[in-house]
């Protein structure tokens, strides 16, 4: 809950995405338009979420009394979910953070790092749809 108000406080506080100016190459519209093109990734992400958390839920509840603790003591659907989720954004916030390097303390460094930001989510929400859909 504090997540999403912090995101809906950095939403509402950056400018509007002019893209006639980012394709022209002004550097700060660029990066705007980067970051509100991340935040709508990350909404679509946050969807699929909620979507593959309920889908693993219910799995976890359809084998509950069909698996034997005793052979297999492996977490849950759901616990593996969160695992590899926390993970991921891990990963995700690292990997960025490096290809923002490339162009480290410029004014084209927050723009690298959206833009990873964006496709690595679109990837990771791509990944979560697919978890839900194989089971």
């Known amino acids: 809950m504090i997540a999403a108000i ?25 990066n705007i338009c980067a970051h509100r093109e991340y935040l709508a990734a990350d909404e679509k992400l946050n969807a699929q979420w909620i979507e593959t958390r309920e889908h693993m839920r219910k799995m976890d509840a359809n084998t509950k009394g069909h698996i034997d603790p005793a052979r297999d003591d492996r977490p849950g659907y759901f616990d593996t979910l969160l695992e590899a989720q ?3 954004i891990a990963f995700r916030d690292a990997h960025c953070r490096s290809e923002g390097y490339y162009a480290r303390g410029g004014s ?7 833009t990873c930001n964006t496709q690595l989510t679109r990837q990771r929400t791509q990944q979560l749809r697919e978890l839900t859909e194989g089971f």
């Open 86 to 88: 926390r993970a991921w």
């Open 108 to 114: 084209l460094e927050p723009l690298l790092v959206s």
């Open 6 to 30: 912090i995101l809906l406080a950095q939403a509402t506080s950056l400018p509007p995405c002019d893209q006639e100016a980012a394709d022209r190459g002004v550097q700060s519209d660029m």
